[in-house]
């Protein structure tokens, strides 16, 4: 028989409680225990993201180079690339872009990785812990906020983004943290801390701004508990701290929107709410593939509490308007989400657009469960924490990545036209390609549930040609044959970028980077990035020093290229020459070097060497982009490296 469960104090926002801290631990370790941190900044959202973070340290500017790594971002006023997506996880990773070559030059190149994660993880926490905070404030016991902990984190589909660079953990944080705030400052006896916590809602919701624009329609109805019934003065003055929290980041916002895009969302020009309302309404909550219920099925309990608050007679006025709050939060989320054109999110684990709002729902399901008896708490939890197993035994960022290796499907004329120009691609017989993650939400046999673990099971281990040839069965082949994987020979020669073995532990890339080719590099990848930018925009000078930053971590050739093209386009002949120089044999042979040593020799009026030294860049390019210009007359060559490589 369960014993009696001690009830937090009602008026105070702090809850000393040993239990919640002993949840929050649990959870903590069993995330840095969980998530593999090799393969963060595989996927162009979460590039984007973190190459802007790298941009604002390195040259104190927000523009990308478009490449493999950054697809499909905004463009800025000028015609520079830069990031679709808020500037809020962008400015959370400055301290780890700032750390990064430091750590890099001391253990190694990429080995920095984890620290991006670390965003992720403490958003996960963050979010978790406000959730517990909302349970308790809408009168749970502490064994309600401790389950709320579990069903935030660990047990549902948001505790898997802590091992990926996206943003919703943060919208998540921010979204719990506004009701939290909210709660905790109608609660407050005493004024000055009342107003205090006031101006954090404002403030939480401003960050909401920050981190994703349409969240300040989920954001804001979080904040109804400041209308409780008082004195006109007393709700006067908490609208109006609320306000002053809310201003300052909403001027940051205003700021760089206007700063990137010279337009309000104008991050989103060519996207729009394409998709059908109810198809989207049933895929979002009862189907596999995307059903929120499939993934956190304790949302059902947190509809019912939220709808049994909304109604009770007895319900106190500020827990009706918070239990009211949630629910015009979630569906404007769900309406938003399943009239987006992508409302599958594309990748990541779940719905990855109703993710954020998993606290929310987590703290009204706890306060269903807290009354039940210690099995059925213990049944909720450990559910919600197996349906969400799949992503740690398969990285989503494999998946996605692997699904878009395979062949593209034809879509018709009309289903492109309710899709972005962008995402489509026109054959010159008419036909219209479109990548498989835009199709194979809507393919049941493809549903996460089934996906994941066929590639985990897949990518378990043996030689190369044995993981290649699980691979070339995936479980969505009968329903779309067209949608075929690489085949054997492919696929084998990268076979450990493409399907490496299953790995837990965040950290251990601190110290096995340089040894694990597995690894994503993702700061050098934003070096590398940035050097690009700077010489397509042609600013050499700043392009050397990003390059020397490169060089300094890590020997590799394209960054010697990049120096080299650098020193040239600056007219300085000498300094280049000694450059080269000052190489190896091998590395001067890399194709990036070649080229640009070729180009060098152009300038100087060598023709006869330019042309050897373009032949050696021929032989060792593996994309036989460069052999046509060993063909050539040095005159007829591009004018810069970054034309004559096709970057």
């Known amino acids: ?42 996927i162009s959202d979460e590039c984007q993201m973190v190459y802007t973070a790298v941009a604002m340290t390195e040259t104190r500017s927000l523009g990308l180079s ?129 107003l205090a916590l006031a101006a954090a809602t404002g403030a939480m919701i401003g960050a909401a701004l920050l981190a994703k624009t349409v969240l300040l329609l989920f954001a804001a109805p979080l904040a109804l508990p400041l209308l409780r019934p008082a004195s ?114 594309a990748a990541g684990w779940g719905p990855r657009l109703l993710v954020p709002s998993v606290p929310v729902l987590a703290a009204f399901a706890a306060l269903w469960l807290e009354k039940r008896p210690g099995a059925v708490r213990a049944g909720a939890v450990a559910l919600c924490a197996l349906l969400n197993l799949p992503p740690l035994l398969a990285h989503p960022a494999l998946v996605a990545v692997f699904t878009n290796t395979c062949a593209n499907p034809t879509i018709s004329a009309r289903e492109a036209a309710a899709l972005p120009a962008s995402t489509t691609m026109q054959l010159p017989d008419g036909t219209i390609k479109i990548l498989p993650s835009f199709v194979l939400p809507y393919v049941p046999s493809a549903a996460p549930q089934v996906v994941y673990p066929w590639f985990a099971w897949a990518s378990r281990g043996g030689t190369p040609a044995e993981v290649a040839t699980r691979l070339q069965t995936p479980p969505w082949l009968r329903e779309r044959p067209a ?97 080269v120089r000052s190489l190896g044999g091998a590395a001067r042979s890399w194709p990036s070097t070649a080229a640009a040593t070729a180009l060098l020799l152009r300038d100087s009026g060598r023709e006869s060497d330019a042309r050897a030294a373009m032949a050696v860049a021929a032989a060792g390019d593996r994309s036989r982009r460069l052999a046509r210009f060993a063909r050539l007359e040095p005159a007829r060559w591009p004018a810069t490296l970054m034309a004559l490589l096709g970057w």
């Open 66 to 194: 478009l490449d493999m790594t950054v697809g499909d971002p905004a463009t800025d006023r000028r015609g520079e690339p830069v990031s679709r997506y808020g500037m809020a996880s962008s400015f959370l990773q400055l301290p780890a872009a700032l750390l990064a070559p430091g750590v890099e030059r001391r253990l190694g190149p990429g080995t920095s990785g984890p620290l991006f994660l670390l965003v992720p993880i403490l958003c996960v926490l963050a979010a978790g812990w406000a959730s517990s905070r909302v349970a308790t404030l809408l009168g749970g016991t502490l064994t309600g906020a401790s389950l709320a902990v579990f069903l935030s984190t660990i047990a549902s589909p948001l505790g898997s983004y802590g091992s990926m660079l996206f943003s919703e953990p943060l919208q998540a944080a921010c979204l719990a943290g506004v009701l939290a705030c909210s709660l905790a400052a109608v609660r407050e006896d005493d004024t000055r801390r009342s």
């Open 483 to 579: 949608i075929t994987p690489p085949d054997v020979a492919t696929l084998q020669g990268d076979i450990g970028r493409v399907a490496p073995r299953f790995r837990w532990g965040w950290g251990r890339t601190l110290l096995a980077g340089p040894s694990d080719p597995v690894v994503t590099p993702v700061y050098l990848n934003a070096l590398r990035n940035q050097a690009v930018r700077l010489l397509k925009r042609s600013r050499p000078e700043e392009a050397l020093e990003v390059s020397g930053t490169l060089r300094a971590i890590t020997r590799s050739g394209d960054a010697d290229a990049f120096t080299l093209e650098s020193l040239r386009m600056s007219s300085r002949f000498e300094t280049a020459a000694d450059f």
């Open 232 to 345: 006109r003065r007393t709700v006067s003055k908490r609208l109006a701290a609320g306000a002053a929290g809310f201003v300052p980041l909403a001027a940051v916002w205003l700021h760089f929107e206007l700063r990137r895009f010279g337009a309000l969302v104008g991050g989103y020009a060519e996207e729009r709410f394409s998709h059908g309302l109810l198809d989207g309404l049933v895929r979002l909550t009862v189907f596999p593939d995307c059903g929120l219920l499939f993934f956190f099925p304790v949302a059902i309990l947190a509809w019912w509490t939220i709808a049994r608050l909304v109604r009770g007679r007895e319900t106190a006025a500020g827990i009706r308007l918070a239990a009211a709050g949630a629910a015009l939060s979630f569906s404007a989320m769900l309406v938003t989400s399943a009239l987006w054109w992508c409302w599958h999110g």
């Open 1 to 42: 028989m369960a014993g009696k469960r001690k009830r937090a104090p009602a008026g105070s926002p702090r809850v000393p409680n040993r239990l919640l801290r002993i949840s929050l631990l649990v959870c903590t370790v069993t995330l840095l225990l969980t998530l593999d941190d090799r393969h963060a900044g595989r």
